[in-house]
């Protein structure tokens, strides 16, 4: 099994779902490797990438998959899986980055358009949005690579007044940090 496909499956939420996807592909002999599932307002979204054999192709894969969860109500999208041409090349440290505040549009556009302009990669977000004014009702929780040779200080700057423009709160800290300080 040298060959990965990535599988997305997305719709309405429901006990059997996982149950219905990984025996569909232990019967198309394939192994899953990673897999990333939530449910967002009773939605269901998962993602999986799995290793599959030399003959299998991605179109077969979805066929049967669409139609093994077509009953439930699930639309699925599979894809080979490429490497990246993303590839920082430098040294990264990870961080947590918090926001709250009162829900209103671009508050994800306005952060991620800081980070981003540093070279900072987002590998995982997050995001609550209960509306209303309430600050504590509404948090965003990025998770990101920040490359080692930028301008720490300016970059904490930045985010802190793109924040404030924004009416957010913000926290940043080391993963480490972030993970020891909400350890249960």
Known sequence: ??????????????PGILAAVSQLLVELDCNIENAR??????????????SIPEALMP???????????????????VKDLTLSPFSPGRAC???????????RKGLVAGITRILASYGVNVTN???????????????????????ADIDSQALYAD??????????SISIQHRNIFEALNRI
């Open 1 to 14: 099994m040298g060959n990965k496909a990535i599988i997305s499956v997305i719709g309405p939420d429901r």
């Open 37 to 50: 599932q939530t449910i967002l307002q009773g939605e269901f979204a998962g993602i999986f990438i799995a």
């Open 59 to 77: 179109a077969e894969i979805k066929d049967r998959m669409q139609n093994a969860v077509r009953p439930l109500g699930l639309t699925v999208h």
């Open 93 to 103: 440290e990870p961080f947590v980055i918090t926001t709250q505040g009162p829900d």
């Open 125 to 147: 977000l997050q995001a609550v949005f209960r509306g209303g004014d309430d600050p504590n009702g509404n948090v965003m929780i990025y998770e990101a690579d920040i490359p």
């Open 159 to 168: 985010l802190r007044s793109g924040a404030q423009a924004l009416g957010l």
